[in-house]
């Protein structure tokens, strides 16, 4: 963990990350609608975007911290942000989100662990 996180804070904005993702692959799924959705990078693209603001609204529902829900938000993009505390959490949360696909590329034997 980078010095002078909170492990909660860093624990809360892990756990936020997907969790818009989370629901709405259930609901594609609920629905039915599985085989009708486009395969494209667009809708793909789009559909990450909008399971990430997802994310932050049940964040907010959930009354998370502005710097967890800054962090969320800004984990793909290494931008500088308004609200404070925020820019070393998104780095915390993009870091462990690299790590969480080179363990899956290995573990797939997509990638050797020498090429790691």
Known sequence: LQRG?????????GLLRHVGFII???TIDQTG???????????QQNLMEQA????????????FPETVLAAVLQ???PAASDVAGSEALSNC???ALQLTQLYLLQRAEILATEEI
Do not use: C, I, K, M
Not at 5 to 13: I, R, Y
Not at 52 to 63: A, D, E, K, P, T
């Open 33 to 43: 609608v599985t085989q009708q959705l486009p395969a494209s990078a667009r809708f």
């Open 24 to 26: 709405a692959l259930r």
């Open 93 to 95: 949360v993009r870091q």
């Open 5 to 13: 996180l909170d492990e909660f804070t860093a624990f809360l904005a």
């Open 52 to 63: 990430l603001l997802l994310s932050v609204h049940v964040g907010r529902q959930w009354h």
């Open 75 to 77: 984990a793909d993009t």
